[in-house]
């Protein structure tokens, strides 16, 4: 059994391997010979984000059918009759129109460009009476009707266990023996590292360090089932961030709607007052501020252990949120000075190429050379319109190929405003020639570079004051450790230490075995709970 992070790594590698191909352009593994993975494992547990994930990663399209939509006609095709000559006799016979499905691939394929990726089916084994012996078909030969998932395309099914669904319907040993099968598990651990990138309400993984027991549920009472999921956790994390921005109370009958299990949803509203609460009481942004952390300190010393957990996930959060942001500010002036490099380049080309044509008219050359120089803003606005169109254009592409993360959109969005700002820019000013041009571009360049500098020490000193709090408060005791662990293993936190430092970091790691610690520190939350 695997947690839905491990299942991730080996569809991961599957698929490279699938579609690597030889010398001769042909795929190592044949096409005939790519096992379709088969992903079995609770509902919720986050199998669609996943492929999304893999698609983003390695840069290939995803398309994704939920099978229990589907009939006979849509996922095989419309039947028609066709007329056909065989032997000098004509006959009529029966044909299907192109799956829906398949058509999906190549519509992916014509508008984003991308001729390689995975072609994902949910809930596989619960397809309607009708359609389940064309769905063994298509799982050994890739086939719905007459038409072939095109080649480049690697099939990834899921399902849910018979426990789960009543409409499951279980595989024969014939199409089992053809698949690839991982079976997956609900794991808070892996989970969590999930919600922090997503930014879900701290409030949650608070309740959820206290209460891991609650991540995932399924009882059959007597009146039904009852039943808590990941996405349930998810979703109702980005409502309650809504309800806060409008400054709407958060109470049962909301949380109910997400989470279908009475003594979860009581007690997680009643946590959730609490963690009200203690932001009030605690006054985060002044502990990270450096300004009198000593009342808070002596609050916190006092507290219970659930109340200093969630002290911690309130104080780790807000600063590996503004962290997290000053990582995606990084990525998007990396990828915006590669814009300035080639703007740079271009006008300085222009600028050689004005002087060779200078060279080659002495006589009224001189009215040709004032006029180019008037229209370098003109100029610079093509090459930068060029620029925003290839951005737009690539980002649709990665749009329509279902391989475009959020954390992608954001930075691309951003680059695509600053190239428009210059575009705005050149149009109302009438740059004399490429030298204040280019210079116009390296101001703006350098402003922004300026505030991310700003912002990355701003980072620094909060990180530096969380780190003393913890230390004046607690010493070298569990909240140290969990302070230590989640700048270790938060991804986005690990790499601005390793970019910029952090001498806090850095002595309170080598005093303490955190590797050691980990388990004991776990084990003993336990036994609290």
């Given at each position: 059994m695997l947690n839905i992070k491990q299942a991730k790594e080996y569809i991961k590698d599957s698929v490279k391997l699938y579609l690597k191909k030889d010398e001769e352009g042909e795929y190592r593994i044949p096409v005939v010979r790519q096992r379709p993975i088969f992903l079995l494992g609770a509902p919720g547990i986050g199998k669609t984000a996943v492929m999304e994930q893999i698609a983003q990663e390695l840069g290939i399209a995803l398309v994704s059918y939920s099978m229990t939509h589907h009939t006979r006609q849509s996922a095989l095709g419309l039947p028609f009759i066709a007329h056909k000559e065989y032997d000098g006799l004509s006959y009529d016979v029966s044909e299907y129109t192109m799956s829906e499905i398949i058509a999906s691939v190549y519509d992916v394929m014509k508008d984003s460009g991308i001729k390689e990726g995975i072609l994902f089916l949910d809930e596989i084994n619960c397809v309607s009476e009708t359609l389940?012996?064309?769905?063994?078909?298509f799982l050994q030969y890739k086939v719905f009707g007459r038409h072939k998932v095109p080649e480049g395309w690697v099939i990834v099914t899921a399902g849910n266990p018979p426990?789960?669904?009543?409409?499951?319907?279980?595989?024969d040993v014939v199409t089992l023996d053809r698949m690839?099968?991982?079976e997956v598990e609900a794991d808070y651990g892996v989970w969590k590292e999930y919600a922090r990138n997503r930014n879900l309400h701290t409030a949650i993984?608070?309740?959820?360090?206290l209460k891991k027991e609650d991540f995932y549920l399924v009882e059959t009472t007597v009146r039904g089932k009852n039943y808590i999921t990941a996405r349930g956790w998810e979703d109702l994390s980005e409502m309650i961030l809504l309800y806060e921005e409008e400054d709407m109370k958060v109470e049962e009958t909301l949380v109910e709607q997400y989470l279908r299990n009475p003594r979860v949803v009581k007690e997680f509203t009643a946590y959730y007052d609490l963690y009200q609460k203690y932001k009030k009481d605690y006054h985060v942004e002044e502990i990270l501020a450096g300004k009198n952390p000593?009342?808070?300190g002596e609050k916190a010393r006092k507290a219970d252990f659930d109340e200093r957990l969630s002290?911690?996930?309130?104080?780790?959060?807000?600063v590996q949120h503004d962290i997290r942001e000053n990582m995606e500010k990084l990525d998007y002036l990396n990828n915006l000075l590669v814009h300035m490099k080639a703007l740079r380049n271009a006008a300085q080309e222009n600028d050689r190429g004005e002087d060779t044509r200078m060279e080659g008219s002495a006589a009224g050359g001189q009215d040709k050379h004032i006029q180019d120089t008037v229209s370098v803003s003109g100029k610079m606005r093509i090459l930068l319109e060029k620029q925003i169109e290839g951005r737009q254009k690539g980002m649709e592409a990665l749009q329509k190929a279902g391989s475009l993360s959020e954390r992608e959109r954001r930075k691309q969005r951003k680059v695509i405003r600053f190239l428009q700002d210059c575009e705005k820019e050149f149009r109302l000013r009438d740059v004399q020639n490429k030298d204040e041009a280019v210079q116009l571009l390296k101001d703006r360049y350098d402003h922004e570079?300026?505030?991310?500098?700003?912002?990355t020490g701003e980072v620094g000193q909060k990180l530096h004051y969380l780190f003393?709090?913890?230390?004046?408060?607690?010493?070298?005791?569990n909240e140290m450790l969990i302070l230590l662990t989640e700048c270790t293993v938060n991804q986005d936190c690990a790499k601005f230490i390793s970019m910029y430092g952090s001498e806090d970091y850095k002595r309170h790691h080598e005093d303490m075995m955190v590797s050691e610690r980990s388990d004991m520190l776990m084990q003993q939350i336990d036994l609290v709970l």
């Open positions: 389940a012996p064309s769905m063994l078909q426990e789960y669904n009543k409409s499951v319907r279980e595989f690839k099968i991982l993984l608070n309740y959820l360090d000593a009342s808070a002290l911690m996930g309130m104080l780790i959060e807000r570079v300026a505030g991310y500098r700003q912002e003393a709090f913890v230390e004046d408060t607690f010493g070298a005791g």
